[in-house]
């Protein structure tokens, strides 16, 4: 059979999924199990920028178990249409459940939430698509699990999905992708494959160990459109005795090259076992309240209302959020060197500490600690209300080294060129012991075309800036995923051009998610984006 030909499904008007494939998917998974026309309407970004050029799917299909999922990749290698997988479809800000290619069916996994197993004795759980970082933290307390999940930002989102995705909590687990162990992957072609120690039938350590015999091929599958993940496993802690969590503030911009090389030696060694979530005291405003609260007026925010934020909320210009972990004694012992090392380089800064047990009711965390003890919630999609009108957000995330010179050049970039664009700077940094991740959200009115022409043109602008500065982004919305693979460009783009022929390989019709992070079926290679 000839490889999928992307110009077959970029029909002229909105998209139709052929009556034979909609029968066919019925046949595999139920008439309620398979959305047309409009029903789609809610698999589309609900943030979009794009207007118009929104890519819609032509239908959407909700695969209740493996064997279906399995179903579903043959019928659209039979009938060449593009598949676009999403485990729960709630990465608002990076597209949703929006496909690249109009004429694409969305397989929505929500439907597979299955807790599988849940090992305290050994940290950790299997878990399906659909198992939210909700549900998964109600399963644990209400089985009464010593375990303690590690949670984004919003609560809503799928745990094997942000894994995928590289996304991140606030925990001591919190690099997500890093804690995955053991993956169940469906092919193009309906394989069901097994990675690390579950290759083996009767695996006991499935979860436990991921390297098995041979090559490892889990990296494979992070951003990728080389198979349907099913299951994984992840590495959870134990909820700990005593959790200290640290709020550090300091009352200058300035501060921020001072405040990174402080915590960065702090992690490098072990003392601070979370990362650090560093905000300026806009983007903390937003969490909790509207841009109008502070100023109604044009232009961008003036210095007076940056200082009535900070006396109002009591924070600074720059505040780090961590969390210390472990027996009592020992996080108090950690907590007296954070002590010395800040007050040592920066006596201007505030240390603010609450201390909670291992049985805390979430209901008496302080919000803003949530997501340090594993609590998750959806307080936070209130940042997208930032500008008022039709609440929308997307964000900018770019890797670079955890420096305080690095960090000053990240802030300096973004902001020049996110204040050109006429949006305030709402930003900070995600701070690991050995990298750092600049995010910059970017709030807007869906409904104002004027402003989503500025995203739409502040983005590639940001990506060319970060480029000519030696930085990436690791994510992106669809829009962008061609621009943002253009700039991994070593070697003429040798590892893009690796990934293309190991999909060839894996997908020769080109059926799973084409152009998903700029990898496109050979058909299509020389395609740019949306």
């Known amino acids: 059979m000839a490889p999928l030909v992307l110009a077959d499904v970029l029909p002229d008007g909105p998209p139709r999924l052929a009556p034979e494939v909609e029968e066919a998917l ?10 047309v026309g409009a029903d789609v309407a809610g698999h589309a970004d609900p943030f979009s920028f794009l207007g118009e050029a929104t890519v819609v799917p032509a239908g959407v299909v909700l695969p209740g178990n493996v064997e279906e999922v399995r179903a579903v990749v043959r019928l659209a290698g039979e009938h060449r ?28 996994l929500h439907r597979m939430d299955a807790v ?16 939210s970082f909700l549900a998964l933290a109600e399963h ?34 919190g690099d997500h992708s890093a804690f995955q162990c053991g993956m169940e992957v469906v092919l193009a072609d309906g394989t069901l494959v097994r990675t ?33 993940v099913t299951k994984i496993g992840v590495w959870l802690a134990p909820r700990p005795e005593s959790t200290a969590v640290c709020m550090l503030t300091t009352p200058h911009d300035d501060d921020l090259a001072g405040l990174v090389d402080v915590l960065r030696p702090l992690m ?21 309240s509207p841009r109008a609260a502070w100023y109604d007026g044009p232009g961008l925010l003036p210095e007076s209302a940056l200082f009535a934020m900070n006396a109002a909320m009591g924070t600074g210009r720059w505040n780090a959020r961590f969390a210390l972990y472990g027996p009592a004694s020992l996080v108090e012992a950690r907590l007296d060197v954070v002590r010395a090392a800040v007050e040592a380089a920066l006596p201007d800064a505030s240390l603010r500490v609450t201390t909670y047990g291992r049985d805390v009711d979430p209901a008496e965390v302080h919000p803003a600690d949530r997501a340090q003890l594993g609590i998750p919630s959806t307080d936070l999609i209130q940042m997208a209300a930032w500008r008022g009108g039709t609440p929308a957000h997307t964000d900018f995330s770019l890797v670079c080294p955890p420096t305080g010179a690095d960090a000053v050049r990240q802030r300096d970039l973004l902001r020049a060129r996110i204040q050109d664009e006429g949006f305030d700077y709402a930003g900070g940094f995600t701070l690991n012991a050995r990298h750092a991740i600049a995010l910059a959200l970017v709030a807007f009115d869906r409904d104002d075309p004027a402003d989503c022409a500025r995203v739409a043109a502040l983005f590639p602008a940001l990506v060319a800036d970060a480029s000519a500065a030696g930085y990436a982004p690791y994510r992106s919305h669809p829009a962008f995923m061609d621009l943002v693979a253009d700039q991994y460009d070593a070697n003429d783009s040798a590892l893009r051009r690796t990934v293309g022929r190991i999909k060839d390989a894996l997908d020769p019709l080109g059926v799973l998610a084409p152009g998903k992070q700029g990898i496109w079926p050979g058909s299509a290679s020389s395609r740019g984006g949306v």
């Open 26 to 35: 019925v046949a595999a998974v139920g008439r309620e199990h398979v959305l």
């Open 81 to 108: 249409v593009p598949l676009w997988p999403v485990s729960r479809g709630r990465n608002y800000g990076y597209g949703g459940a929006s496909p690249r290619v109009p004429g694409s069916v969305v397989v929505d």
């Open 116 to 131: 599988v197993e849940v090992d305290d004795e050994t940290g950790y759980v299997v878990v399906e698509p659909g198992v």
């Open 140 to 173: 644990l307390r209400s089985t009464g699990s010593s375990l303690m999940p590690s949670v984004p930002d919003i609560g809503w989102g799928s745990v094997l999905g942000n894994a995928l995705e590289r996304g991140f909590g606030y925990t001591s687990h």
């Open 196 to 228: 690390g120690m579950g290759a083996k039938a009767d695996s006991t350590a499935f979860a436990l160990y991921k390297g098995g015999f041979g090559p490892s091929v889990d990296g494979l599958f992070f951003q990728s459109n080389l198979g349907i």
């Open 268 to 288: 490098l060694e072990g003392t601070i076992q979370s990362n650090a979530v560093i905000g300026n005291a806009p983007v903390v405003a937003s969490m909790v």
